[in-house]
């Protein structure tokens, strides 16, 4: 039954490929263009230094690891852009079906809860997709670099360096599948396809803004009360307790069991929220 609900649900977003587009290849598209331009003109800039001063702008010969890309990545993953443009897709699936009232022709054919539960499957089919495109657009940003740059190409990178980068990737996907699930309890709760949009936005930016407050609260990244509030923060500390450095939030002792406790909160409750009010919702006139 719920193989039955991914299927259709991904049938139908075969059909949107507007959609498609956005979730899965406008942010990787983006990163390797605005990469290619910015090591275009950093060269253009430091050659006109160069000249200004008279003296010559001597390529680095320090080769350029294509290793690196599963780390760097990981890392980016999840960054903000991503996250909005994974919003909108999905949004509209999941709030589409009350936009258009068409729960009532679709609930006779299927249990509700693998009916949501495929539309959560293709989100994280897509958030999956995205990751492998990105990491497409990160090759190219690394071998633009080594083109303009006139530097040597290698590839190098250890076991430990790859479970590391496959554990961040693991934890930007669940943070993607995290902030997405907010439109799918919105989008239950008010019926709304503009809720389900604007709602998690909304409260991701307040979130994030309240993280930036916490001194005037007399919270630090180590105490319950932010590691609960903020998924953002608690994704933040997990990546640096991963590999240090790629954040500039310390991980203080005791805040990863915090942070791990915090993200799977906020991924499990709004699930399991949106899953029992649907279960209970009339959709007669949906």
Avoid: C
């Avoid at 909005?84 to 999905?90: R, S």
């Amino acid at each position: 039954m719920l193989a039955d609900a991914v299927l259709a649900e991904g049938y139908r977003l075969t059909r949107n490929r507007l959609q498609i587009f956005l979730s899965v290849f406008l942010t990787p598209l983006l990163f390797a263009v605005g990469g290619v331009f910015y090591h275009v003109m950093s060269k253009a800039k430091g050659d006109e230094a160069a000249a200004a001063a008279g003296v010559a702008n001597m390529p680095s010969t320090s080769p350029v690891n294509l290793g690196e890309v599963f780390m760097f990545t990981a890392n980016l993953s999840a960054n903000g852009m991503a996250l909005v443009f994974m919003l909108v897709t999905a949004a509209t699936l999941y709030a589409g079906d009350y936009r258009w009232e068409t729960w009532r022709l679709i609930t006779p054919r299927n249990d509700r809860i693998s009916l949501l539960l495929g539309k959560v499957g293709v989100v994280k089919l897509l958030a999956l997709a995205t990751s492998l495109v990105f990491l497409v657009a990160v090759v190219i940003h690394f071998i633009t670099q080594a083109m303009v740059y006139q530097r040597p190409l290698t590839f190098s990178v250890e076991l430990a360096d790859l479970g590391k980068s496959a554990v961040i990737w693991l934890l930007s996907y669940v943070r993607i599948i995290q902030f997405t699930l907010m439109a799918l309890l919105t989008a239950v709760l008010t019926r709304s396809l503009l809720a389900a949009l604007f709602v998690p936005w909304a409260l991701g930016f307040a979130q994030t803004i309240l993280g930036q407050l916490m001194p005037l609260f007399g919270w630090d990244a180590s105490m319950w009360a932010p590691l609960l509030l903020f998924p953002g923060l608690d994704y933040d500390i997990l990546k640096n307790a991963v590999e240090p450095g790629l954040t500039r939030v310390e991980v203080a002792p005791g805040a990863v069991i915090k942070a791990l406790t915090g993200l799977s909160l906020w991924t499990i409750l709004p699930l399991a929220a949106a899953i029992a009010w649907f279960r209970r919702q009339d959709l007669s006139k949906e």
